[in-house]
């Protein structure tokens, strides 16, 4: 009775406001985002139909079609040394569960995970800044992402092979909220991150604990305190890499995947000069600058070396910025620039160097951090000059993208080999690598050819993202094999060799089919299992 009394004498002016509705600028900011985000995610898939896609790619979206039909954690499956099973594995399924598995739908995946990373390195470039500002700083990172596409021979290095350039999302994240998270916030979703992270590539473990690690133990002793704010998402970021372990543990005892064990012995120190030599040469060529002596200088050559070579100024400026004003300096700024050069290090002092652009596809991750440490350290104009440079360089990431949609389709081999063998109704085969899960992927898994190794004159399975189920004899019977003359252990001759005179063989695409009356599969070797 009485709280009725008091509710009746409560004044008019404190009854609870109607609901707010979103601001009209709100809403168009909202529109304009999103409207950004399609249109590159549209060009990015027209620069991926112009260049080829292969097994790697093709290995990871069948991983993804098994993912889908009922495998989640992909037992019986040898992986790579780097799976990207928390990535472009599940990112595989969505699509296919949409659009089923064919080619196309492995350039619709290529695209999104390059969309991605350009959404995460505009997030974090404009992180710290307010309205055109922002806008500003995020333009400019979509801009230099886009200048390796522009021109030269990267597309298919950036879209179509599933590499470290989708690990960088977690780099650019993890980044993200060290910085802008504030002390215990950041350290649960961090430590998430990082092991989801580390499950699906051992860069996450390498780059970014490492980075996370080193940039709070330097702000700790900067600030001569053992608690700072960073503190935690320090430790969740050392804390992660047991976790992970862990977590990899419980998922093999369950039957997940085995994995090759990633390659990461440090070279002999003799080696070191030459490694980063070689390091260097890779590093120049993910901005399409050219350091042979061109056969044909072409205006469009020279147009690439020019936005190649400023986006890597730009680079440099930016880590060189972010040391000279270090204590100034902003968390993320300092991750970048840390990153940036840990990144390429720890390929140069490994056994995996590899001269020229082949060597970068192991650190091309480092594109994303350089692009967003260049546009958070360029110089802005005056306040009122901001506008202007958004609208500029969201129009140049444009203009970029475009720039490369005009080169004409790539219709792959595997794809020429998968429609005829579909028209002349052949079911499973062998071939070497190159030519296997490319073929059975474009095939739509209508023709299942699994990779061979050829091992002292006798074939077996060959354990790199590939299903040791795919090559019981029981229940598939292989009749084919694709027999590739310029590549060695696969050649006609090395097939007649192992089994004998074809019954009948048929050129395709610069391949022989050679047809044999004899499961292939009973003769295979089996390779030692990975365990990792």
């Not at 809403?27 to 060009?43: D, E, G, K, M, R």
């Not at 400019?140 to 992402?145: H, P, R, S, T, V």
Request: glycine content about 8%.
């Amino acid at each position: 009775m009485e709280a009725d009394v008091l509710s009746s004498q409560r004044p008019p002016e404190v009854d609870d406001p109607p609901r707010r509705l979103p601001r009209p600028r709100a809403l168009v900011t909202a529109a304009a985002v999103s409207a950004a985000v399609i249109a590159c995610f549209v060009l990015c898939l027209a620069q991926s139909f112009t260049s080829s896609v292969n097994s790697d790619t093709a290995g990871i979206a069948l991983q993804g079609w098994d993912l889908w039909h009922g495998n989640p954690l992909l037992h019986g499956w040898y992986a790579s040394d780097a799976p990207f099973y928390t990535l472009e594995t599940p990112l595989n399924a969505l699509v296919q569960m949409v659009m089923g598995l064919n080619a196309t739908t492995l350039h619709v995946v290529s695209a999104i995970t390059y969309t991605m990373v350009i959404v995460a390195a505009a997030w974090l470039a404009a992180s710290g800044a307010r309205g055109a500002a922002a806008y500003a700083r995020a333009g400019l990172a979509a801009a230099l992402l886009a200048v390796p596409l522009c021109a030269g021979d990267l597309a298919g290095l950036l879209l179509e092979t599933p590499n470290h350039i989708g690990t960088s999302v977690f780099l650019l994240l993890a980044f993200l909220i060290y910085s802008r998270v504030p002390g215990r916030r950041a350290a649960f979703g961090l430590l998430a991150l990082l092991v989801v992270g580390q499950i699906g590539d051992a860069t996450v473990r390498y780059v970014a604990v490492t980075t996370l690690v080193a940039v709070t133990l330097v702000r700790m002793l900067a600030a001569r305190r053992l608690v700072i704010p960073e503190t935690w998402a320090g430790v969740a970021a050392a804390a992660s890499v047991p976790c992970a372990i862990g977590v990899r543990a419980v998922m093999r005892s369950l039957g997940a995947f085995s994995m090759i064990h990633p390659a990461t012995q440090i070279a002999p120190a003799g080696q070191w000069l030459n490694h980063l030599g070689a390091t260097g040469e890779s590093l120049i060529r993910l901005f399409n600058i050219d350091v042979s002596d061109p056969i044909h200088v072409t205006p469009g050559w020279l147009a690439g070396q020019i936005l190649g070579g400023a986006a890597l100024l730009a680079g440099a400026y930016g880590l060189c910025r972010t040391a000279w004003r270090w204590r100034r300096g902003d968390a993320a700024d300092q991750l970048l620039a840390v990153s940036v050069l840990i990144y390429p290090a720890t390929y140069a002092f490994s056994t995996m160097v590899r001269p020229g652009s082949h060597g970068a596809y192991e650190f091309v991750g480092v594109l994303p951090l350089i692009a967003v440490l260049a546009a958070r350290n360029l110089p802005m104009p005056s306040r009122g000059g901001h506008r202007a440079l958004a609208w500029t360089s969201i129009a140049t990431a444009v203009a970029l993208l475009l720039s490369g949609v005009f080169k004409p389709a790539d219709v792959t081999r595997s794809e020429h080999l998968a429609a005829w063998l579909k028209a002349h109704g052949f079911r499973y085969g062998i071939s070497g690598y190159w030519d296997a899960t490319s073929t059975t992927a474009d095939s739509g898994n209508a023709v299942g050819v699994r990779a061979v190794i050829n091992i002292g004159g006798q074939y077996a399975i060959y354990p790199w993202v590939t299903n040791g189920s795919w090559y019981d004899p029981a229940r598939y019977d292989a009749n084919f094999v694709i027999a590739d003359n310029g590549s060695p252990g696969i050649t006609v001759a090395d097939v007649e060799k192992i089994y004998g005179v074809p019954a009948a063989q048929y050129p395709v695409v610069n391949r022989m089919i050679l047809v044999y009356h004899v499961n292939l599969f009973k003769t295979l070797n089996v390779p030692p299992h990975p365990d990792y």
